[in-house]
């Protein structure tokens, strides 16, 4: 055996960069709420024995609740968050 060592060289360590979730962090976590919410309402929706257009309207209704809500949500975080820059920027 010769008397060099066969073990690779440690790697130099990165540093883990982190990606900032953003100031609507919170409205994507909702709008991934509401898709469930619609996901589900859809599967009962195929188990209950009902007019096709039942089922059409529930969902139709289900869908724009939740784009309103989460339209609503939205505009008011992005409200806030323009005030809280205002504030810095004075």
Known sequence: ???????PKS????????????PLREVKVELGIV?????????VTLGVDGPPWLEVVLLFGASCCGAGW???????????????EEEHSE
């Not at 990165?14 to 953003?22: D, P």
């Not at 898709?35 to 599967?43: A, E, G, N, R, T």
């Open 70 to 84: 989460i339209m609503w949500r939205a505009s008011r975080r992005a409200k806030q968050v323009l005030a809280t």
């Open 1 to 7: 055996m010769t008397g060099t060592n066969d073990r």
């Open 11 to 22: 790697l130099a360590r990165r540093t883990v960069v982190k990606a900032s979730a953003g």
């Open 35 to 43: 898709i469930m919410i619609l996901i589900c309402i859809w599967l």
